[in-house]
């Protein structure tokens, strides 16, 4: 490595060259500064958009030359993300530091303001932890009956028998369904005058069944529905852990004379615990965004308000902009934690098995 | 012998567990049947007469089945409401007129194919990357990338709302398939890396020593044996873009309309005011693909519903 190719690598900042990307950032930095302040917010965000390609060519032009090829297969993907994920996240968390709303010309900073109001004012908090009480509830209500009747259709499934992989997709298909096809039908199901759960149980009972009337029936409504769409994809991953376990192992265990209760928790279980905990923190994930079914099914009527719906609302339909900003990163949090242990117990399980 | 019969028709693919018989899958059936059910509803419901929605007991078979079932469940199938749902008139006694049904079906495949293949050309070549050459902080950018897709649909969409509106994309192709792209994105990274960590490092490793190219690798030797992955991730990646609902609610303008939000709008009369019967000739159609993709991906379902997190 010679003094001269060491230049041409590591170019002082201003050098113009081809591969200069400190010089681009920089530049890119000023131009975007003052287009944002001087031209109307349609050009300036294509100036922008310039300046960023500006910066992602350098970028390219000197991991090519350093034969850095991580960096540039990546970076068309990271360009896609940046521009409609984490630049939309960033936004959103440089509005939640202010007043304003989207119908509004007016904006104004307030700090933390939208936090301290979301989270203490009497109204607005209110209606937060409501949604978020909520939501825990059905967290635990959906993801418990997922858990128990995925693990029970495993079980049914975990021998090899004939036509198994017909019946399978019978089961399998209400995870691939819409949320929108499948939800909308439930609202049929559940009619009061000419649904089938309420034909049912008024033949039976005699007397006018509404499902959706009070809190718990349009909550066991929306937890059934629920559980009927993903208890498919807990049984997937039970299924996974069943069908690998050695068969040798129940061989020894039944010339030992083990009952099959001790059978399973000796032998089965640790064979899908790591997975029946991935299939728990999936599942607690999604539903922790239940929305659609809620939309769908009870519009949020009979305190059924989930705080994905809840910040629908506050953020579409009221034009509450920043307040939805604020509501938004409460949320963004949570969903990091959960990932971050969802993978450290999946790379765990790779890893020790 | 009817076990080896059995076997060459793909019946005993799952190894490592016990062998039943046909009491067990007499007994799955019946448990298979009542998990499908409301799917079947739906699929009946879409060949009832147009009055027959409503009625009260509702009628639940196309055929007595040798009179098993009593003549007052039973309806008589037909095929109209498939036609209503792309013509049908509007007023009662007026001449038929297209419903736009054929432009949201053109919509959700156009969509949800163009963002697909973007994001799979994408994808592939940055998965290869995380894979094959470790970024400084590797794990860190594909944990982004993974809380991206993990998040509720909705905290991103507020400020992409407000970026299309100030760009002038809302409603438009372009905006919608962009963001879509980065959708499936993270999908398609964590997938196809999850392929490409699998592969023996013996072969690749031969061909750099023997000086060919990073990009001559990946073409000519990785790309191949990934083949089967590429397909299941376009194919699951066009599911979940064909069912996705809420990004297209808020996105999609009246052109731009995909099956699901046509469908939502459909019902929102609710009640008895809601044509039923043409909702789920809708539906059914709009189930189709799935059934298929479903039934032709059963071997990467997991891996595909976990983002390729979970491999066996």
Same mark, same amino acid.
């Given at each position: 490595?010679?003094?001269?190719?060491?230049?041409?690598?590591?170019?002082?900042?201003? #050098?113009?060259? @081809?591969?200069?990307?400190? /010089?681009?950032?920089?530049v890119?930095? $000023? &131009?975007?500064a003052? +287009?944002?302040?001087?031209?109307?917010?349609?050009v300036?965000f294509?100036?922008?958009?310039?300046?960023?390609?500006?910066?992602a060519?350098?970028?390219?032009?000197?991991a090519?030359?350093?034969h850095?090829?991580?960096?540039?297969?990546?970076?068309?993907?990271?360009?896609?993300?940046?521009?409609?994920?984490?630049?939309?996240?960033?936004?959103?968390?440089?509005?939640?530091?202010?007043?304003?709303?989207?119908?509004?010309?007016?904006?104004?900073?307030?700090?933390?303001?939208?936090?301290v109001?979301?989270l203490?004012?009497?109204? #607005?908090?209110? @209606?937060?932890?409501?949604? /978020?009480i909520?939501?825990?509830?059905? $967290? &635990?209500?959906?993801v +418990?009956?997922?858990?128990?009747?995925?693990?029970?259709?495993?079980?049914?499934?975990?021998?090899?028998?004939p036509?198994?992989?017909?019946?399978?997709?019978?089961v399998l298909?209400?995870m691939?369904?819409?949320?929108?096809?499948?939800?909308?039908?439930?609202?049929?199901?559940?009619?009061?005058t000419?649904?089938?759960?309420?034909?049912v149980?008024?033949?039976?009972?005699?007397?006018?069944?509404?499902?959706?009337?009070?809190?718990?029936?349009?909550?066991?409504?929306?937890?059934?529905?629920?559980?009927?769409?993903?208890?498919?994809?807990?049984?997937?991953?039970v299924?996974?852990?069943?069908?690998?376990?050695?068969k040798y192992l129940?061989?020894?265990?039944?010339?030992d004379?083990?009952?099959?209760?001790?059978?399973?928790?000796?032998?089965?279980?640790?064979?899908?615990?790591?997975?029946?905990?991935?299939?728990?923190?999936?599942?607690?994930i999604?539903?922790?965004?239940l929305?659609?079914?809620?939309?769908?099914?009870?519009?949020?009527?009979?305190?059924?308000?989930?705080?994905?719906?809840?910040?629908?609302?506050?953020?579409?339909?009221q034009?509450?902009t920043?307040?939805?900003?604020?509501?938004?990163?409460?949320?963004?949090?949570?969903?990091?934690?959960l990932t971050?242990?969802?993978?450290?117990?999946?790379?765990?399980?790779?890893?020790?098995? | 012998?009817?076990e080896?019969?059995?076997?060459?028709?793909?019946?005993?693919?799952?190894s490592?567990?016990?062998?039943?018989?046909?009491?067990?899958?007499?007994?799955?059936?019946?448990?298979?049947f009542?998990?499908?059910?409301?799917?079947?509803?739906?699929?009946?419901?879409?060949?009832?007469?147009?009055?027959?929605?409503?009625?009260?007991?509702?009628?639940?078979?196309?055929?007595?089945?040798?009179?098993?079932?009593?003549d007052?469940?039973?309806?008589?199938?037909?095929?109209?409401?498939?036609?209503s749902?792309?013509?049908?008139?509007?007023?009662p006694?007026?001449?038929p007129?297209?419903?736009?049904?054929?432009?949201?079906?053109?919509n959700?495949?156009?969509i949800?194919?163009a963002?697909?293949?973007?994001?799979?050309?994408?994808?592939?070549?940055a998965?290869?990357?995380?894979?094959?050459?470790?970024?400084?902080?590797?794990?860190?950018?594909?944990?982004?990338?993974?809380?991206?897709?993990?998040?509720?649909?909705?905290?991103?969409?507020?400020?992409?709302?407000?970026?299309?509106r100030?760009?002038?994309?809302?409603?438009s192709?372009l905006?919608?398939?962009?963001?879509?792209?980065a959708?499936?994105?993270?999908?398609?990274?964590w997938?196809?890396?999850s392929?490409f960590?699998?592969?023996?490092?013996?072969?690749?490793?031969?061909a750099?020593?023997?000086?060919?190219?990073?990009?001559?690798?990946f073409?000519?030797?990785?790309l191949?044996?990934?083949?089967?992955?590429?397909?299941?991730?376009?194919?699951?990646?066009?599911?979940?873009?064909w069912?996705?609902?809420?990004?297209?609610?808020?996105?999609?303008?009246?052109d731009?309309?995909?099956?699901?939000?046509?469908?939502?709008?459909?019902?929102?009369?609710?009640?008895?005011?809601?044509?039923w019967?043409?909702?789920?000739?809708?539906?059914?159609?709009?189930?189709?693909?799935?059934?298929?993709?479903?039934?032709?991906?059963?071997?990467?379902?997991?891996?595909?519903?976990?983002?390729?997190?979970v491999?066996?």
């Amino acid at each position: 490595m010679t003094a001269v190719s060491s230049t041409l690598l590591t170019p002082r900042l201003t #050098a113009v060259v @081809a591969h200069n990307w400190k /010089l681009a950032i920089a530049v890119a930095v $000023v &131009v975007s500064a003052i +287009s944002m302040a001087g031209l109307p917010a349609a050009v300036s965000f294509w100036v922008v958009g310039a300046a960023a390609a500006l910066v992602a060519a350098a970028f390219t032009v000197n991991a090519y030359r350093r034969h850095y090829f991580g960096a540039l297969l990546v970076a068309p993907a990271i360009a896609v993300l940046f521009v409609m994920n984490i630049f939309p996240l960033l936004w959103s968390l440089g509005l939640s530091f202010f007043a304003y709303q989207a119908n509004q010309q007016t904006i104004r900073f307030v700090g933390l303001g939208n936090y301290v109001r979301i989270l203490t004012n009497d109204l #607005a908090a209110h @209606a937060t932890w409501g949604a /978020l009480i909520n939501t825990a509830m059905f $967290v &635990v209500f959906t993801v +418990s009956a997922q858990m128990i009747v995925g693990f029970l259709l495993a079980i049914l499934f975990a021998k090899q028998f004939p036509l198994r992989k017909y019946l399978l997709i019978l089961v399998l298909t209400p995870m691939m369904l819409s949320v929108v096809a499948s939800g909308v039908f439930f609202t049929y199901y559940y009619d009061p005058t000419f649904g089938i759960l309420s034909y049912v149980i008024n033949s039976i009972s005699g007397n006018q069944f509404i499902l959706m009337s009070n809190k718990v029936g349009a909550v066991a409504g929306i937890v059934f529905a629920d559980a009927w769409m993903w208890s498919p994809f807990v049984m997937l991953l039970v299924l996974a852990g069943l069908v690998s376990v050695p068969k040798y192992l129940y061989e020894a265990a039944a010339i030992d004379r083990i009952s099959s209760w001790r059978q399973f928790w000796m032998i089965t279980f640790p064979y899908i615990r790591g997975l029946l905990m991935l299939a728990l923190l999936f599942r607690t994930i999604e539903a922790f965004k239940l929305a659609d079914l809620v939309i769908l099914l009870t519009k949020g009527g009979n305190d059924t308000l989930t705080i994905s719906y809840h910040l629908i609302r506050i953020a579409n339909e009221q034009n509450k902009t920043s307040e939805g900003a604020a509501i938004s990163y409460l949320m963004l949090f949570m969903v990091i934690v959960l990932t971050n242990l969802y993978l450290y117990l999946a790379n765990r399980r790779t890893k020790g098995a | 012998m009817a076990e080896s019969i059995l076997g060459k028709f793909g019946f005993g693919r799952a190894s490592g567990v016990d062998k039943a018989g046909w009491g067990r899958t007499l007994a799955v059936a019946v448990v298979a049947f009542i998990y499908f059910l409301p799917v079947l509803f739906i699929i009946f419901t879409a060949f009832k007469p147009q009055g027959d929605a409503l009625l009260v007991p509702p009628t639940l078979s196309p055929t007595s089945l040798f009179g098993l079932i009593p003549d007052h469940f039973v309806f008589k199938p037909t095929l109209e409401n498939f036609g209503s749902v792309f013509s049908r008139s509007m007023t009662p006694d007026g001449a038929p007129e297209a419903t736009g049904f054929d432009r949201y079906f053109f919509n959700s495949i156009f969509i949800a194919s163009a963002s697909v293949l973007l994001a799979l050309v994408i994808g592939t070549l940055a998965a290869f990357g995380f894979s094959r050459y470790p970024l400084k902080g590797n794990d860190t950018y594909l944990f982004i990338i993974l809380t991206t897709r993990m998040l509720p649909a909705i905290v991103v969409i507020i400020p992409v709302i407000l970026m299309f509106r100030v760009v002038g994309l809302s409603g438009s192709y372009l905006g919608i398939i962009m963001l879509y792209t980065a959708f499936n994105l993270a999908f398609t990274i964590w997938m196809m890396k999850s392929f490409f960590d699998e592969l023996s490092p013996d072969v690749e490793d031969a061909a750099r020593i023997d000086g060919s190219s990073g990009m001559r690798v990946f073409f000519k030797i990785c790309l191949p044996q990934v083949i089967a992955g590429l397909a299941a991730t376009f194919v699951f990646g066009l599911i979940l873009t064909w069912n996705e609902f809420l990004f297209a609610l808020l996105l999609s303008g009246p052109d731009t309309r995909t099956v699901p939000v046509a469908m939502n709008q459909a019902v929102s009369s609710g009640g008895r005011g809601t044509d039923w019967t043409l909702l789920a000739a809708i539906e059914t159609l709009f189930l189709v693909p799935v059934f298929l993709v479903t039934f032709f991906l059963q071997n990467h379902l997991l891996r595909g519903v976990t983002f390729g997190t979970v491999k066996r």
